[in-house]
């Protein structure tokens, strides 16, 4: 079975194209600039072949209408037909408290992730665009499924996801703690106790997602119990543009000095903050080599953004009652070893003990554990593969759609899969 995953944003389209058989990546990509001047896709084959295209792309139909030539064409295509894709499974940011696991797509599936954009406006919009162009450019006859940011933290407790606020607003308006990157948080956390050998519901396990956009969760029993994103996914610690948790009083202080809008505002902490508010770059690349220069603002971003995690990770130690193992992943994660062992060292009391040969050795693609033999806390590099998840889920739908013996497989989902 081959399954086209999907991430679709505003203006673009990422696509990977994975033999379930072998769960191998085939052919993967991006649609880029989509609705603007400059428009392109650009195509790679696993094997090596790439090829871009600069051309107009003036909506997400036209999108999908170029993936699906590509990945028949004959110098960089992977396969000879569309009929050899099984499935489409897309990656939806927000699911709120409607979804609690992957579903197959339906009108009335479609409109509740509509229903859920204000929640997430830079993305349900999008995604919910791009479903309906799928559909158009495969046929209604395509299984369409849908895989949540959200669903892997629905395990958290109220005392963890509630706010203290009047209970009215949750009531009216849903706001609570979601929690984000939680298809990355479910293949890292699976994952890694297949590499420690345990079964994940006997491991207290922090898995850490250190990209652009950062967050960490606490998993206890196999099950979420904290997550450091909020609402949105501006709550947390600092990131690359975005502020992290703060003060609220910052907030309604800043808009009334500066007489900011609500929009104006959100732009300041979603765009202009974090990393780039402290040293004035967001690119890690950048801060890394100006640290090393001796840039006093680049070498306090990393020791706030290393404090700052090291105190999510003690927390969530707390909330547990004791953690067996930290898990690094994403982009940062995985390959900037400065960060892992910065946020390590304030974890000495747990008894962490990272290698720091292994700590310099473990990037690009190689993970596996890095603590030492005599450390009480085991710590792991983890390579995340979200759009894995969203195969494996969509082939599991896929699979259970065809032996339902319901004549109304609207309702066929992961449930007991």
Same mark, same amino acid.
């Given at each position: 079975?081959?399954?086209?995953?999907?991430?679709?944003?505003?203006?673009?389209?990422? #696509?990977?194209?994975?033999?379930?058989?072998?769960?191998?990546?085939?052919?993967?990509?991006?649609?880029?600039?989509?609705?603007?001047?400059?428009?392109?896709?650009?195509?790679?084959?696993?094997?090596?072949?790439?090829?871009?295209?600069?051309?107009?792309?003036?909506?997400?139909?036209?999108?999908?209408?170029?993936?699906?030539?590509?990945?028949?064409?004959?110098?960089?295509?992977?396969?000879?037909?569309?009929?050899?894709?099984?499935?489409?499974?897309?990656?939806?940011?927000?699911?709120?408290?409607?979804?609690?696991?992957?579903?197959?797509?339906?009108?009335?599936?479609?409109?509740?992730?509509?229903?859920?954009?204000?929640?997430?406006?830079?993305?349900?919009?999008?995604?919910?665009?791009?479903?309906?162009?799928?559909?158009?450019?495969?046929?209604?006859?395509?299984?369409?499924?849908?895989?949540?940011?959200?669903?892997?933290?629905?395990?958290?407790?109220?005392?963890?996801?509630?706010?203290?606020?009047?209970?009215?607003?949750?009531?009216?308006?849903?706001?609570?703690?979601?929690?984000?990157?939680?298809?990355?948080?479910?293949?890292?956390?699976?994952?890694?106790?297949?590499?420690?050998?345990?079964?994940?519901?006997?491991?207290?396990?922090?898995?850490?997602?250190?990209?652009?956009?950062?967050?960490?969760?606490?998993?206890?029993?196999?099950?979420?119990?904290?997550?450091?994103?909020?609402?949105?996914?501006?709550?947390?610690?600092?990131?690359?543009?975005?502020?992290?948790?703060?003060?609220?009083?910052?907030?309604?202080?800043?808009?009334?000095?500066?007489?900011?809008?609500?929009?104006?505002?959100?732009?300041?902490?979603?765009?202009?903050?974090?990393?780039?508010?402290?040293?004035?770059?967001?690119?890690?690349?950048?801060?890394?080599?100006?640290?090393?220069?001796?840039?006093?603002?680049?070498?306090?971003?990393?020791?706030?953004?290393?404090?700052?995690?090291?105190?999510?990770?003690?927390?969530?130690?707390?909330?547990?009652?004791?953690?067996?193992?930290?898990?690094?992943?994403?982009?940062?994660?995985?390959?900037?070893?400065?960060?892992? #062992?910065?946020?390590?060292?304030?974890?000495?009391?747990?008894?962490?003990?990272?290698?720091?040969?292994?700590?310099?050795?473990?990037?690009?693609?190689?993970?596996?554990?890095?603590?030492?033999?005599?450390?009480?806390?085991?710590?792991?590099?983890?390579?995340?593969?979200?759009?894995?998840?969203?195969?494996?889920?969509?082939?599991?739908?896929?699979?259970?759609?065809?032996?339902?013996?319901?004549?109304?497989?609207?309702?066929?989902?992961?449930?007991?899969?």
């Amino acid at each position: 079975m081959k399954v086209l995953v999907i991430n679709a944003g505003s203006s673009s389209l990422k #696509y990977q194209l994975i033999d379930m058989d072998t769960e191998k990546m085939m052919a993967k990509g991006i649609c880029d600039r989509i609705g603007s001047e400059g428009a392109s896709i650009q195509h790679k084959t696993a094997d090596g072949r790439a090829k871009k295209v600069v051309t107009e792309i003036k909506n997400h139909v036209d999108a999908f209408q170029l993936v699906t030539s590509a990945l028949v064409d004959q110098k960089v295509g992977v396969i000879s037909g569309l009929s050899e894709i099984a499935a489409v499974g897309h990656r939806i940011v927000q699911g709120g408290a409607v979804f609690d696991k992957s579903v197959l797509v339906n009108d009335e599936v479609i409109r509740q992730i509509r229903s859920l954009i204000p929640l997430a406006p830079l993305h349900n919009g999008p995604e919910a665009d791009a479903i309906v162009a799928s559909q158009q450019v495969f046929g209604k006859d395509m299984p369409q499924c849908v895989v949540f940011d959200t669903s892997f933290h629905s395990t958290m407790p109220p005392k963890a996801y509630l706010y203290a606020i009047p209970q009215e607003y949750y009531e009216k308006y849903k706001i609570r703690r979601y929690g984000f990157h939680g298809t990355s948080h479910r293949f890292v956390s699976h994952h890694c106790a297949h590499l420690m050998h345990q079964p994940l519901e006997d491991i207290k396990m922090i898995t850490c997602h250190i990209g652009n956009g950062s967050s960490i969760a606490a998993i206890q029993n196999g099950k979420v119990v904290d997550t450091s994103m909020g609402l949105t996914p501006l709550d947390g610690f600092m990131m690359g543009t975005r502020s992290g948790a703060l003060d609220p009083s910052v907030v309604t202080f800043l808009m009334e000095k500066e007489n900011l809008t609500p929009q104006q505002m959100n732009e300041i902490l979603n765009k202009k903050s974090g990393v780039l508010g402290i040293c004035g770059m967001s690119d890690d690349r950048d801060v890394t080599k100006a640290e090393i220069e001796g840039n006093p603002k680049a070498i306090l971003a990393h020791e706030m953004q290393n404090y700052q995690i090291a105190k999510f990770i003690g927390a969530y130690a707390a909330a547990m009652n004791g953690v067996d193992c930290i898990a690094f992943t994403a982009g940062l994660g995985e390959n900037q070893p400065s960060i892992r #062992y910065g946020a390590c060292r304030y974890l000495k009391y747990l008894g962490v003990k990272i290698d720091p040969i292994l700590n310099d050795e473990y990037v690009h693609g190689k993970e596996g554990k890095i603590s030492t033999f005599d450390s009480s806390v085991a710590v792991y590099i983890i390579n995340t593969n979200e759009e894995l998840v969203i195969a494996r889920d969509t082939k599991a739908i896929v699979d259970k759609l065809k032996y339902a013996s319901t004549p109304d497989r609207t309702h066929v989902d992961l449930e007991d899969v």
